[in-house]
């Protein structure tokens, strides 16, 4: 009998049901039991399988060898081969990284090498089935095949908790194994193991890959006493310490050993800080107990939204997007609040919680508004996080990782997501030291801004991608003028006013589209709407197609570009037909096609909302309930791209409530056509938002009436303060269009 058998009984036994005081049995684990973690794991989602809790430090979970950009979370559900259990890991990024600290229990003689994907038994790493697995978000089991050992892995925010049972046997050897070289997608730099006592262990690991500079601290407490064998360059070394660069601990356990028990605290500052995070979070040794405590923290967060409906997959893929909205950013600090800041020193009294994993030129987008109805609670500290990023580097964050930028990406969305927490009167931070980063940040030389101040365009002879960039910072200096004009920084808000408004440099009314200008002011020639060369050319991950449409700070603005409101509304209708990509190159972003629309990435995102702004929101609920019908399914291919830390899955979590915020610094939420007969939103201070779905089916999918509080409401959109103040927003249903949100004045000008 497997492990996996024995514990699955302890959890029907703990978790399933409890008494209520009425006599009825209750499910006390609702919507974590509506969490499938391996959605998105196939295809190109590119997301994380293994245990965290909620914005937790520590992803503990599987690795796979690395294959190619679709294994860039360290696992994908088409392998068959294991190579050990990291303790980072990303959740659906582009880019590979972390999946630093690999431990690898095996049998059999001494291996210090993972073997090969076509052989992995010349190593220590394993096949693997998925008939032999299971995955929850507060608990993950697979069992080796070539090893007979089986894993189960829960955790802490902090504390990574391994619990193996190995062969009866006492013939064959019983092994553990722990790579500090082995990762991702990083080259360790500096590595250190030691032995401390007969229980514990620990060291470090420094490395550059996507991050560079990345500082990572470790200690690992057994549950019987264990012998560090340290082996560098493939070769035994002498004592109970190390510092090397190839590094790996070997560990031989007694015959007698079925169950290891390892608690692994991990530390951005040190190691003993990584101890204490132990001692904080795990003081004991009860497995289940763990496991419990991380379902709990789920479904505390998991039910913040409930929605009922008559599609159990829809409730599946929506909790799902739940659980990937809420794995990051992640927690950067130790239990005692101690941080390593961005410059490398130790901060040991913040005042605030350090997070990293800030993936910000996709997230600004939708994870980063849902936030400010989901999480409130934790947005001042986002933002603080950002801002003393700032006062360590001069510079917002642009996509920072392990306490590194990576730069990756163009923009400073950070400047976006610092504006709607102003807009929408967060409190928690300094607002005139988040202006002072968001105006030093914008007019810095950060990739090819300075050409803002001599051209007021970006020359496509000078720069790459200089349409995207672009159109980026002109949605950033908007959202600099906003939080100008709120301060009484009436100057600012004027010049970077002006500078929003740069982006019809861009627009070529002969085509009708955003085109590369050269330093002569002349088109970059010759020009396909369709063509796409990934990271090469004038779009970032994108065609001209996709581009049209990237002003979601002026939509109005965007429209008067063309001759009229009804030429805006042909031009949206014939993105979703027209079709083809080109270019030998071409962007493997670009997925999820619907014609030219490209669900599968983000910078066209909010596009299917757009047809709100000229009298046609029957077309918005159309295309808006089709992609989340279709680009979304409960499998482990189920997402068209990228899960990109939460913003794939945001999208579908605002849109089936039935809106989406266009506008990312402080804008309306405009109306969509909701997937659930019924949702409930907790809201700070006891508030409840109640949504409402009358006549709702896979027929009736455009809104008839709206209704808030008991008065009709005309308007396309509703604003985030009355979405925080609670009450009843009822949508009436129906098969056919309607006038619903026709009115210029119910439009969201």
Request: overall charge neutral; glycine content about 8%.
């Amino acid at each position: 009998m497997l492990k996996k058998q024995k514990f699955q009984w302890l959890l029907c036994a703990v978790f399933t049901v409890f008494i209520s005081s009425s006599g009825q049995m209750v499910d006390a684990q609702k919507y974590v039991k509506l969490v499938d973690p391996y959605i998105g794991t196939g295809g190109h989602g590119h997301s994380f399988l293994g245990v965290t809790v909620p914005f937790g430090a520590v992803q503990i979970g599987p690795n796979n060898f690395n294959k190619g950009w679709d294994w860039t979370s360290g696992y994908h559900y088409s392998d068959n081969v294991v190579t050990g259990f990291s303790h980072q890991h990303l959740n659906g990024t582009g880019c590979a990284d972390g999946g630093a600290l690999q431990f690898m229990p095996y049998t059999g003689t001494l291996k210090s090498e993972r073997g090969t994907q076509e052989n992995p038994t010349l190593g220590y790493s394993s096949h693997y089935s998925h008939q032999h697995e299971e995955a929850t978000p507060g608990y993950y089991q697979v069992f080796l095949e070539d090893t007979k050992v089986n894993i189960e892995l829960t955790a802490t925010n902090r504390v990574a908790f391994h619990r193996y049972t190995y062969p009866k046997s006492k013939d064959q050897d019983k092994r553990l194994i722990i790579s500090l070289t082995d990762a991702n997608g990083s080259a360790t730099k500096a590595a250190y193991l030691e032995q401390t006592d007969d229980y514990t262990i620990r060291g470090y690991r420094f490395a550059d890959g996507w991050a560079k500079n990345q500082q990572f601290y470790f200690t690992a407490r057994f549950s019987q006493p264990v012998k560090l064998l340290i082996y560098a360059d493939n070769k035994l070394v002498e004592g109970k310490s190390f510092k090397g660069v190839d590094v790996k601990g070997n560990f031989l356990l007694d015959p007698k050993t079925q169950e290891l028990k390892v608690k692994v605290g991990i530390s951005p500052v040190s190691m003993d800080k990584a101890e204490r995070n132990i001692a904080v979070e795990m003081g004991h040794w009860n497995f289940e107990k763990v496991v419990k405590q991380a379902d709990a923290a789920w479904e505390k967060e998991l039910s913040k939204i409930k929605v009922k409906g008559k599609n159990l997959d829809e409730q599946k893929i929506f909790y799902t997007a739940m659980y990937h909205a809420f794995m990051q950013p992640n927690t950067f600090n130790d239990a005692d609040g101690s941080i390593r800041g961005a410059d490398k020193k130790v901060y040991t009294h913040p005042g605030f919680v350090n997070y990293t994993q800030l993936s910000l030129w996709d997230t600004y987008r939708a994870a980063h508004p849902f936030y400010t109805i989901s999480q409130p609670e934790r947005v001042p500290d986002f933002i603080n996080t950002m801002l003393a990023i700032y006062q360590q580097t001069g510079m917002l964050p642009v996509w920072h990782l392990y306490g590194s930028d990576t730069y990756e990406m163009i923009g400073i969305a950070s400047v976006m997501v610092i504006a709607d927490a102003i807009l929408k009167d967060f409190k928690g931070f300094d607002y005139n030291l988040a202006f002072d980063a968001m105006k030093k940040s914008m007019l810095s030389d950060y990739k090819d801004l300075k050409f803002l101040r001599t051209h007021e365009y970006i020359p496509s002879d000078r720069a790459k991608e200089s349409v995207a960039k672009g159109l980026e910072y002109a949605i950033a200096d908007d959202a600099v003028a906003r939080v100008a004009r709120k301060l009484g920084k009436t100057q600012d808000a004027d010049f970077f006013g002006k500078r929003a408004g740069y982006y019809k440099h861009y627009w070529d009314p002969e085509t009708e589209f955003f085109r590369g200008k050269r330093t002569d002011g002349t088109w970059n020639t010759p020009f396909n709407p369709y063509n796409s060369n990934h990271r090469n050319d004038d779009y970032c991950e994108g065609t001209a197609w996709q581009y049209i449409w990237l002003v979601p700070h002026d939509i109005p603005g965007l429209i008067r570009l063309f001759p009229d409101e009804k030429a805006f509304s042909s031009k949206l209708d014939s993105l979703f037909v027209v079709k083809g990509l080109e270019g030998e190159d071409n962007s493997p972003d670009i997925s999820g096609l619907i014609g030219q629309y490209a669900h599968g990435n983000e910078p066209g995102h909010h596009t299917v909302y757009l047809y709100n702004y000229v009298g046609q929101q029957w077309k918005t609920a159309e295309k808006v309930r089709y992609v989340l019908k279709n680009m979304y399914h409960n499998n482990p291919d189920g997402l068209q791209g990228n899960e990109d830390c939460g913003q794939m899955s945001s999208w579908y979590i605002l849109s089936a409530l039935g809106f989406y915020q266009v506008d990312p610094s402080g804008g309306n939420f405009l109306f969509g056509s909701p997937l659930f007969d019924e949702a409930k939103i907790q809201l700070p201070d006891h508030k409840v938002l109640k949504i409402k779905t009358i006549s709702n089916s896979d027929k009736n999918i455009y809104i008839q009436k709206v209704h808030f509080n008991g008065t009709d409401y005309t308007k396309s959109y509703i604003s985030y303060a009355d979405l925080m103040a609670g009450g009843e927003l009822v949508f009436e249903m129906g098969s056919q269009p309607s006038a619903f949100g026709n009115r210029e004045a119910d439009r969201p000008f």
